[in-house]
């Protein structure tokens, strides 16, 4: 036995590598890689092309800081609303409700002050106390009863809307009463002027609750949680997190934000309106989608829904500006749509 | 149980004979029950009706242009033996074919407000003459800017892409009153007078109508002339303006007459405003639907035109040479909503 044996030829001449899988780094592939671990990318760079072809057709009738800032005031409420969308579609839920909390809770706040007289802050607090209500209605269904999403904001949409016309009589209050008499109902219709950009304190506050969600979601315990829930809810549960009280916060926090939508909605028309606000549950998803929030939870930034807002915006305008009829946008918009869930769908393909 | 069982059947046999005696029942069928202009012309419906002795029922769709609720609202109607329908199309070419399965079952039709596509799909129309209600207003911008009309820069804020009827005949009966080339009549947005710089959709609402007057003041921050489809949308316009301090120079126009609408242009927020009777036409058309189960006779058209106009009225505080008007203070008197 004096030859080594095959094993310990066989060990001598073994493979120091570890076993790896053949990474092809094509440019393509980094370029996946770089938009799947960077989910606002997609949108951002959408945002900055379709900035750039408007001002070069349109000029410095587009391309100037009155037309920038025009753009975040009209896609201020449809933002905000759209936070809220995302908070609930991250954890792969949706939410049909927010435009008919967000214009009950305007309603309220106008009511309270005028039909039963309480000091406007006292029914700004209650319009808000009622959005945030209607969210955890929509939460407690949704994580206790265990019906689905979808379902329980269409009924609480019909629900929340029908309440709104029956409790105005679908009656409008005026721009002129609110702004003698309870002012702070505009509150976040009051603006300032930085150069030639006009900055309304609605869409300061459109900005700051962003990034004050991006926060929250990156680096924040219940902020992980909200993905996890949204990724896999068994796993999730199975690792210690309480997803049932997730669930229901983020419902509650989304009505909240809903209301306070409603209160940004009374600064920018003027007036407390009950038929406004109709089409803000499709344009908050449109908002959510374009900006690469995947509708199956879990993926997708709120930086995203952002710059997604702003492209329909830039869209809107810029085609506006140019004269074209208002289908035209629509048109884009619904490719764009397509557009957005496709390249969500190859990035996709990296991490397989 | 028992007692319940029981109350209910005593209630049935003292509602009996009333229902008995009031054979004649009519329908209406309105766009939607978040519009106060409905709710006006619901309530003086129900006040004729229970005047004449008609019963009266109500169906709405569940928003603007919920076309299929309207539909199914005919065919309730037709089949609970109804005399007549008032009706307010969402869709106007859309629900022709029910229209005529109510008429072809001995229902007399009459369209309120907004007239069918065609016009005479209807037995009768009870409508405001939209095309006039335009042209009041056109003529007192007109009238109002004098020899600068011919620099005007005017905004043209509409109700929606789809170019209901109504939007088209006010639109359009503003341009002909300022002296505008309407092109082809029957849409809006073929014009080619410089004067106008741009058509935006508002879907009639303060917020559409923001974000409208927003993207025209973009194209041209100098508007000094806005025509909106209705009262709320120039409320919104109103807002735009004010927020680049543009308040005061320009003229805003609008039509409908509701009670807010009356109390911007007493505030100065709208120059002049058309006003609309929904009241009278809803009560109107419960007598026809009464006249027809009595004794069989259709309503007449107003002579020289192909439906019945309920009239209207221009309000303004500021009247114009040649333009028949009427003050604020009496615009209240008659407003709805």
């Known amino acids: ?352 | 149980m028992k007692k319940l069982l029981l109350g209910t059947a005593l209630c049935l046999a003292a509602m009996t004979p009333a229902a008995m005696a009031q054979d004649v029942s009519a329908c209406l069928i309105t766009k939607a029950d978040t519009n106060p202009f409905f709710v006006k012309m619901k309530e003086g419906a129900e006040a004729k009706a229970a005047e004449l002795g008609v019963t009266l029922k109500s169906y709405a769709g569940k928003i603007d242009g919920d076309h299929e609720t309207q539909v199914a609202a005919i065919e309730t109607c037709i089949a609970d033996g109804a005399k007549g329908i008032l009706i307010t199309a969402s869709d106007t070419s859309a629900i022709v074919q029910s229209v005529q399965q109510a008429r072809d079952a001995g229902l007399v039709v009459i369209a309120l407000d907004t007239p069918l596509t065609p016009i005479d799909a209807a037995d009768a129309t009870f409508a405001t003459d939209n095309f006039l209600a335009g042209e009041l207003i056109g003529k007192w911008a007109a009238a109002k800017m004098g020899a600068e009309a011919a620099n005007a820069k005017i905004a043209m804020l509409d109700l929606a892409v789809s170019q209901p009827s109504v939007d088209v005949l006010r639109d359009q009966g503003f341009l002909t009153g300022f002296g505008i080339d309407v092109a082809d009549p029957n849409k809006w947005g073929d014009e080619t007078d410089p004067r106008i710089v741009g058509h935006d959709v508002t879907a009639g609402n303060e917020e559409g109508g923001r974000k409208a007057m927003e993207n025209l003041l973009a194209k041209d921050p100098m508007i000094n002339l806005v025509y909106t489809i209705n009262e709320p949308s120039a409320a919104g316009a109103y807002e735009a303006l004010k927020s680049i301090g543009r308040e005061n120079d320009v003229t805003i126009v609008s039509v409908d007459g509701g009670c807010p609408g009356v109390a911007n242009v007493k505030d100065g927020v709208i120059g002049a405003t058309s006003q609309q009777y929904p009241l009278q036409m809803a009560a109107l058309g419960v007598e026809a639907i009464k006249a027809w189960a009595d004794s069989g006779a259709k309503p007449e058209p107003t002579p020289g035109k192909d439906f019945f106009d309920t009239g209207v009225k221009l309000v303004t505080d500021t009247p114009a040479d040649g333009v028949e008007s009427i003050d604020s203070a009496e615009g209240t008197n008659l407003c709805w909503g």
């Open chain 1, 1 to 352: 036995m004096s030859n080594p044996s095959e094993a310990e030829q066989g060990l001598t001449r073994r493979s120091e590598s570890i076993a790896s899988f053949d990474h092809q780094m094509t440019l393509l592939s980094r370029v996946q890689h770089a938009l799947h671990s960077n989910p606002a990318l997609v949108p951002l760079i959408v945002l900055v092309f379709s900035v750039i072809v408007f001002g070069a057709l349109l000029g410095t009738k587009f391309f100037s800081s009155f037309a920038m800032t025009l753009i975040l005031q009209q896609v201020a409420i449809v933002g905000i609303v759209g936070a809220a969308q995302s908070l609930v579609i991250l954890t792969a839920g949706i939410d049909l409700s927010v435009g008919a909390i967000m214009v009950l809770s305007s309603v309220i706040m106008g009511q309270f002050t005028f039909r039963l007289g309480m000091p406007p802050a006292v029914a700004i607090a209650c319009g808000l106390v009622v959005g945030t209500f209607i969210g955890f209605v929509n939460g407690w269904l949704i994580a206790r009863v265990k019906l689905p999403p979808f379902i329980v904001t269409l009924g609480i949409w019909q629900i929340a809307l029908a309440t709104n016309f029956l409790y105005s009589g679908n009656e409008t209050i005026r721009a002129q009463e609110i702004e003698t008499q309870a002012p702070l109902l505009q509150f976040f219709g009051k603006s300032f002027t930085l150069g030639g950009a006009v900055f309304t304190y609605g869409v300061i506050f459109f900005i700051v609750l962003v990034l004050v969600l991006a926060y929250v979601l990156r680096h924040t315990a219940w902020g992980r949680h909200v993905y996890a829930v949204g990724d896999d809810p068994d796993a999730a549960a199975l690792s210690g997190v309480n997803t049932k009280r997730i669930l229901i916060s983020v419902y509650m926090l989304s009505g909240l934000i809903c209301a306070f939508a409603g209160w940004v909605l009374i600064g920018r028309i003027g007036s407390v309106s009950p038929t406004s606000g109709q089409s803000a549950n499709i344009e908050s998803i449109t908002a959510v989608v374009i900006g690469g929030i995947s509708l199956f939870g879990g993926r997708g930034s709120i930086m995203g829904m952002f710059f997604g807002a702003l492209i329909v915006g830039v869209f809107s305008l810029g085609l506006r500006l140019m004269g074209a009829d208002a289908q035209w946008t629509y048109l884009l918009i619904g490719a764009l749509i397509i557009a957005a869930v496709a390249i969500d769908q190859w990035i996709r393909k990296v991490s397989a």
